[in-house]
């Protein structure tokens, strides 16, 4: 064992995979949780070949292949009459391109999936930090009920709300992106009439888009429906949504999304926020991770992926210089940063591609598409998907 003690905050998706890379690095690593059980939305997550590779090379291969969904496709489409706009194969080409497969995954699956391979002694949960103290050699962490720690280096994998990010850099709220998303899991079963393929569908149209694919080994559709509004007045994030409110934004869309929206028996709605680009993401001995310090919209489907590839490169740097635990954090924002910060950058760009209104600029955005210029062709996406995190260093 490596002589650094880390200290976790957050046991969501980016927490734990960040443990089970400072894990297999060799380093003593504490995670603490807030909550009394680890739990994730009843919602799926795609996990793309840049977050895949560092999963497999974790050992989780086994577990991902059991409980994950393999598309054979992203198939981008028209929202009325579902014209193709653009299919990308996600099967056995993408993953002979890029070495790893893409996977479509249920979040509670891929949450239990990651918790299992940590040993559950290294997992506090009911552990909420309200406040740490830093030295020059190790920083003290205080949780609302719980005794103090001592760790080495702290990492703040603690979401877009997080408190250690405001510890570090002062309170600062996130920002309403104008989009609400509407989330549901549908038995497969209910949908047998509608003839829809193991593919991501993403139907884009004026103001909004539908995303659904697969999961849970195809026994549960899982869809996202994304509406633009102008603002979000409830007092909480997300809420029970109404069927028929979703139903009446989708009015006159493809069969299949209306098809989908009629067959779920309730829908979760969210207001999406994001964050813009942090300057910095570390002070000393303490960084951030994950939608802690990269909060963006999920029009990539790269928010999770970055908090994945996050704790991989954490791990590197920290064992390439683990006398120096402060330079290597240096390090690690210097490898990071920049990246995530054009994912979000891309991420909210889409908001606009996708959403065009019918009219000149969605027939050129559609005609870029046609001839695979745009989006998920393979050499768009090569920078994202080839990415090799856990080797960052030259
Ligand atoms: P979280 O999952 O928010 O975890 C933070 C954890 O910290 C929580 O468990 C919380 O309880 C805990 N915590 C908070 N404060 C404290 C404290 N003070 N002390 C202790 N614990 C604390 N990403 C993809 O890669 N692919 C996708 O397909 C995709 N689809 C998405 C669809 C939608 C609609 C949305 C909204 C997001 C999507 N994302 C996707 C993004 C992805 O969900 C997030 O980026 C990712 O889950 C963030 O993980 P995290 O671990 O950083 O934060």
Redesign the pocket.
Known sequence: MRGLTVGV?????????AALSLLAAGFDVQV????RA???VG??????PN?SRILHNLGLAGELARVGVKPLALHQRRWDDGRTLLRTPLGEPLEDRFGFPHY?AH?ADLLAALAAAIPPERIHLG????AFDQTHDRVRLR?AAQDDAEVDVLVG????????RGLLFGPERPRFTGCI?Y?GLIPAERLEGLDIEVTAQVFMGPGQHF?NYYVSGRRLMNF?A?VEQGTWTRESWTDRGEVADALKAFDGWHPQVRGMLEAVDETFV?A?FDRPPLPHWSQGRVTL????CH??L?FM????????EDGATLAACLAAKSDDPAGALIDYERLRLPRASRMQALSSENKTRFHLHDGPDQEARDEAMAKGATDWSYDVVAWIYDHDAANPLP
Do not use: C, K, N
Not at 32 to 35: A, L
């Open positions: 905050i957050g046991g969501g998706i980016g927490g734990l995979s603490y949780e807030r909550s680890l739990g994730e919602a799926g997550v795609q996990v793309s977050a479509q979040r552990h909420r930090l309200t949780f994998a603690d979401g877009i709300h997080s408190d250690v998303a989330r995303v996202v994304i969210w999406l991770l994950g939608d802690a909060a963006m999920p489907a790269q928010g999770a992926a970055q908090a994945i």
